[in-house]
């Protein structure tokens, strides 16, 4: 009797310690940190230097002894890691070689690499020991900042912009003077699994919450346009001012532009003396900016492009979630596509289905990362793939294609990325693929079919009501792709772990084949196969003679539950589960084997079964 009190207790007690264990491990908590910059810049030399003072708040429960600021423009000098990474890999990113296929960034001489150096810095107004490590300053802080407090931090910084490589740079190849992305001295994001100090080797990015707050001096023939709501557009003009109103600007060869973002993170701007700035204010929705170069053979398509992003903008704020911002623009810069806070860069001469194609994918980016900030070095798939299904789905409706599966790009680019042999899991951190096609493959592809097929799943109802649900409630925050799986477990009341496992984790293959459609003495027997290790449940499709269709659904066992018939008009015949370890399945039909036409396993083709050839039963062709 004693003893087993005793156990009760230690028991009672292990509880106590397991409770608190697991809520201080799951709470969620993010950092904040709010930026005032003063930025000049030199449009001759492409020499910057900034002031800039950071209130960073920690909300972690832990006490920090160091922060880490990204110093991107370092990665563009020769003998960096970008550059090692360019000269050692397989397949260089084309933009970023010569003719030759040689680094660019190797080749560049002192007054064409990018810079960026903290000149002083202080933490509440004590000096702070620092040291630059490629592209990430490393701090060592003179006072710990604890739990639920805060340091101000002011750097001097100067800055190079570099020829144009990747992303950011001076005068890209359509002539844009300054893309401005990544140049600012920012803080590198803490959040659950601690520091995310990545080097900038080639891709992705993770940061920190806040308000924004960025004056730029600059020669004042040059036009901005990028993140943030311009403040002072009375004096600045250059199509800000409030249309038919006078602009009264300071004297001088400079302006300074100051804008103000709420609730982002990061700011990009760009900035050429031909801009050609259009605004579309949208009557349900934000004012729409656009700025591109003056040459006559794009106007066209750039004025076309306007209500396209009106559009656009609308189907993503109806299908994912309000956009939350007042403005958004599309600028004219960078070296292809690239999305940032409230405004992306994009390059300018293209068809007008690849404009509207590359501001579509964009544009949704402001739903997957900038306002469901994902950690996309860790979780590449979430922001490139979701971006990839939603833009598909947009494109679909907006420029009328129509397609029946407007996923089938995506599909064939994860069956060709099987097929090569390099595929490697989607939770690899996206600077170490092996090569950068099975990055590509992985983050673009294989993830907008992790949703495509994720609809096969739950129903296409369900997964649309998922992404809402995603939406309200990680929007502004880090997700995780646990929180994508719980959402879809939520609204779907199906367990899903294995979905997630299988599908992101591993390199696991969908194979399910029809071994045998035989005579039985009831009807007709249907055998089924697992060929690969991949768990999936199974719509079966019947098509007999006289041109009548059935339709048959095995639900697996470890989801733990059914989706809706998602074809309502031919009869649905639920059969029992297939419990997974099992290498086949069968069932009958009541028709007898000389009725049946043909069997098809998922006829909409949304599961990503890697081997087609064995998912179709033909009579005709036994
Ligand atoms: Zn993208």
Request: aromatic letters at 12%; charged letters at 20%.
């Amino acid at each position: 009797m004693k003893k087993s009190y005793a156990l009760l207790i230690v028991s009672f007690f292990s509880l106590l310690i397991h409770s608190t264990y697991a809520q201080g491990n799951h709470a969620y908590w993010q950092q904040a940190v709010d930026y005032t910059m003063d930025v000049n810049m030199d449009v001759e030399t492409y020499r910057y230097t900034g002031k800039q003072k950071l209130v960073y708040t920690n909300n972690s429960p832990d006490t920090l002894n160091r922060v880490y600021y990204h110093m991107y423009f370092n990665a563009f000098q020769p003998g960096s890691e970008m550059d090692m990474r360019l000269q050692n890999i397989a397949d260089p990113d084309r933009r970023m070689v010569d003719e030759n296929g040689k680094s660019r960034i190797a080749a560049l001489s002192p007054d064409e690499i990018g810079y960026l150096r903290a000149t002083s810095l202080t933490q509440d107004g004590k000096e702070v020991s620092y040291t630059l490590e490629g592209t990430v300053l490393v701090v060592a802080l003179d006072h710990p900042i604890t739990p639920n407090s805060s340091s101000a931090f002011d750097m001097d910084f100067e800055g190079q912009v570099p020829v144009q490589i990747r992303r950011s740079g001076r005068n890209n190849k359509e002539g844009v003077a300054l893309s401005m992305s990544q140049w600012y001295p920012k803080l590198a994001e803490y959040d659950f699994e601690g520091w995310h100090a990545d080097p900038y080797i080639a891709r992705e990015f993770h940061g920190v919450w806040g308000d924004f707050d960025v004056s730029i001096t600059l020669d004042k023939n040059y036009t901005v346009g990028g993140t943030g709501y311009l403040q002072n557009p009375q004096e600045i003009g250059h199509g800000y001012e409030a249309p038919g109103t006078k602009v009264k600007r300071p004297k001088g060869k400079t302006l300074t532009w100051h804008f103000k973002a709420p609730m982002v993170h990061d700011f990009m701007w760009a900035a050429d003396p031909d801009y050609i700035h259009d605004t579309l204010i949208m009557e349900d929705g934000p004012a729409l900016h656009f700025f591109y170069k003056n040459k006559p053979e794009i106007l066209e398509n750039w004025k076309n492009l306007q209500p396209k992003t009106a559009e656009a903008m609308r189907f993503f704020s109806e299908n994912v979630g309000p956009y939350p911002y007042e403005q958004y623009s599309v600028v004219q810069g960078g070296d292809g596509g690239m999305e940032y806070a409230m405004s992306t860069l994009i390059t300018g001469e293209r068809s007008f289905g690849s404009l509207v194609g590359v501001m579509v994918h964009e544009l949704a980016h402001s739903w997957f990362q900038h306002i469901l900030a994902t950690n996309e070095a860790k979780h590449e798939w979430m922001d490139e793939g979701f971006t990839s299904f939603i833009s598909d789905l947009c494109m679909n409706t907006i420029m009328n294609e129509n397609k029946a599966n407007p996923f089938e790009g995506s599909y064939n680019g994860y069956y060709s990325l099987v097929l090569s042999g390099k595929e490697q899991p989607q939770s690899t951190h996206a600077d170490r693929y092996e090569v950068n096609a099975a990055y590509g493959r992985a983050a673009y592809s294989k993830g907008a079919v992790f949703l495509s097929q994720l609809g096969y799943v739950i129903g296409q109802d369900k997964l649309m009501a998922t992404l809402k649900k995603y939406y309200a409630d990680f929007k502004f925050k880090h997700p995780t792709p646990n929180d994508i799986k719980r959402t879809a477990e939520k609204v779907s009341g199906m367990e899903l772990d294995w979905y997630l496992t299988d599908w992101t984790q591993t390199t696991n293959t969908i194979d399910y084949g029809i071994r045998t459609v035989s005579e039985s003495k009831s009807g007709t027997h249907i055998l089924l196969e697992r060929i690969g290790l991949m768990p999936m449940p199974l719509d079966i499709l019947v098509v007999y003679n006289d041109g009548s269709q059935e339709t048959f659904y095995i639900p697996l066992q470890m989801m733990r539950g059914e989706k809706e018939n998602p074809y309502g008009q031919v009869k649905r015949t639920v059969l029992p589960d297939w419990a997974w370890a099992n290498p086949e399945y069968s069932f009958e039909l009541s028709k007898s084997l000389s009725e049946v036409k043909a069997v098809v396993i998922d006829p909409s083709q949304l599961m990503a079964d890697i081997d087609i050839n064995n998912n179709i039963w033909l009579a005709d062709s036994q």
